[in-house]
């Protein structure tokens, strides 16, 4: 029974690995930057939930949407002021910029939060649902729940309605939807918007599980680039599924082998996919090149 | 309607377009002519914003567009359907339809040139639901140039229509440009094809090597004996 409980227990924080992921993704697949500081968005928004708490005693689910707020806000200026105006550059220069704010938010945030661990008390940290034998974790249902409920939100966002074609257009066939009229610049911000804004969820939703410190960002970034190879660069789809999977890999590994290990064991599926089947297991057999988003 | 005046246009330290000058009457079918590398495509892109020019002056109506983005020479009305026709593949025709009328000066007409292109190209409303690019050369083509009239130009540029297509479809395609002229679009035809495009065209510009060669009256330029010897081969 406790295998179960605990692959239970990793799919479920897999959901937040997803929306962290979903948002690395989209980010890659429209404006084709990949994001180091990815993790560091995850840092911040996590000290802003605390922030909430603190302050204003505001409960992490409360402040759910004021965090995605600012992470939105937080993506688009990001996008607007650092990484637009280095778009035609080579891909390394992009690559020093992202990479280069990331050290520079954790060293910011060593300095002035310190690297204490700081977490928030909340009346249901601790509750589990029984179903059965198995007692299943509220806030890690919470975070699962939301992550579907988000993805599902976002797919229909980006498949039925205009603008969602548009960032579509724009990450498959960019100079097409310039000669159509679109404002590809601010797709762009649109796109690194919400992509931050899906990491202000998942900061949200991990606070009341997890405790947040200057380098946390580090670890989630890692899963977040195994669970994009894995799933497929560009695919939404694939980076849902993939964070899923990546939870209950960690889970497994915790059991089978030693927590300890659970990076090493990413590494390991990071390189098998790469070796088996670079485009990632649920994209058409294409890069995002040519699908774009899925 | 549309003026360039001494246009130059490098890519980097390469120069693509030197001096270019020409001017496109309202209401007309004009061809932009020349072999492969003339420099026709980095034209129509410095028309459509898509490349930035260094000099000269681009005038639709005599208001200056050169300094515009892409987006906003669209709500102008210069829509360009691409080389390679650059659709959204893995989207269905209706959804490539529907971002052709992304712009604003589009949706208001949406519905009328949703019918006005689905009567052009029946075959299109057929297979509204199919991916565009799971559909043959011809049927892309089609879908590039309904993508370009749901964004409701008044000028048209098609580059490359007959690229990689069987003669007999160009000609269709060719008799489906003249109905769209009649409906009062301009259109610039963007070909290294230079017999099929002058039987056409009213008026015609020959580039070569990113300068213009030779311009004037179709009827007169297939009678010219340099653009004989080094387009026609006689
Ligand atoms: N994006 C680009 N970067 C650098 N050179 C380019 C680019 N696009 C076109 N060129 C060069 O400019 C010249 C004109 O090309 P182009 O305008 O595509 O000609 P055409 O459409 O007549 O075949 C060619 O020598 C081509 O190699
Ligand atoms: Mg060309």
Redesign the pocket.
């Given at each position: 029974m406790t295998i179960v409980q605990t692959l239970i227990s990793g799919i479920l924080l897999g959901g937040i690995y997803s929306l962290i992921s979903m948002g690395l993704n989209l980010i890659l697949g429209v404006v084709r930057i990949v994001n180091f500081a990815h993790g560091e968005l995850l840092m911040i928004a996590m000290y802003i939930s605390f922030l909430f708490y603190t302050t204003m005693g505001l409960d992490p689910y409360v402040s759910a949407i004021l965090v995605i707020i600012c992470l939105f806000l937080l993506g688009v200026l990001t996008q607007r002021f650092m990484i637009q105006p280095i778009l035609d550059t080579p891909a390394s220069t992009k690559i020093f910029a992202t990479l280069g704010l990331s050290i520079a938010l954790q060293n910011l945030a060593l300095m002035t939060l310190s690297a204490n661990h700081l977490s928030v008390k909340t009346s249901y940290q601790t509750s589990v649902i029984n179903i059965g034998e198995l007692a299943v974790s509220i806030p890690r249902l919470v975070a699962f729940g939301a992550a579907v409920g988000v993805a599902v939100v976002l797919y229909l966002f980006l498949q039925k309605t205009l603008t969602g074609k548009a960032i579509r257009a724009v990450a498959m066939q960019k100079q097409a939807a310039f000669l159509m009229g679109i404002n590809v610049k601010r797709i762009y911000l649109l796109a690194f918007g919400i992509g931050s804004g899906l990491v202000g969820l998942a900061g949200a939703l991990l606070m009341p599980i997890y405790s947040v410190y200057p380098t946390i960002g580090a670890s989630f970034i890692l899963i977040a680039f195994v669970v994009v190879v894995l799933g497929g660069m560009g695919s939404m789809f694939g980076a849902f599924f993939g964070g899923l999977i990546i939870g209950l890999v960690e889970a497994l590994s915790g059991v089978i082998f030693d927590p300890g290990l659970k990076e090493a064991i990413y590494f390991v599926i990071f390189i098998m996919v790469l070796l088996v089947r670079p485009s990632g297991i649920f994209s058409l057999g294409k890069g995002a090149e040519e699908v774009g988003l899925k | 309607m549309l003026k360039l005046q001494n246009v130059n246009l490098f890519?980097?330290e390469?120069q693509?377009l030197w001096d270019l000058s020409f001017e496109i009457k309202e209401g007309q079918i004009a061809a932009l002519l020349?072999a492969?590398?003339?420099?026709?495509?980095?034209?129509i892109n410095a028309i459509s914003g898509i490349e930035k020019i260094s000099s000269g002056e681009i005038t639709l109506f005599d208001k200056e567009i050169h300094k515009m983005s892409p987006h906003e020479i669209v709500e102008e009305g210069i829509i360009q359907v691409p080389?390679g026709r650059k659709l959204f593949n893995y989207m269905p025709i209706q959804e490539n339809l529907e971002l052709g009328a992304y712009s604003k000066r589009a949706k208001k007409d949406f519905k009328k040139n949703l019918r006005f292109v689905y009567d052009l190209f029946p075959i299109l409303e057929e297979r509204k639901s199919q991916m565009a690019g799971d559909l043959s050369g011809g049927q892309q083509q089609m879908v590039a140039i309904a993508r370009g009239l749901m964004a409701n130009p008044k000028l048209l540029i098609i580059d490359e229509l007959s690229l990689g297509l069987a003669p007999i479809l160009v000609q269709q395609l060719i008799k489906d440009l003249i109905n769209i002229r009649n409906t009062g679009i301009t259109i610039l035809l963007v070909e290294q094809n230079v017999q099929q495009s002058l039987a056409i065209a009213s008026d015609a510009y020959v580039?070569e090597n990113?300068r213009l060669a030779l311009s004037g009256n179709a009827t007169e330029l297939i009678n010219d004996p340099h653009l004989k010897k080094a387009y026609l081969g006689m």
């Open positions: - | 890519y980097g390469i693509a020349g492969n590398a003339a420099g026709k495509s980095s034209a080389e580039l990113g």
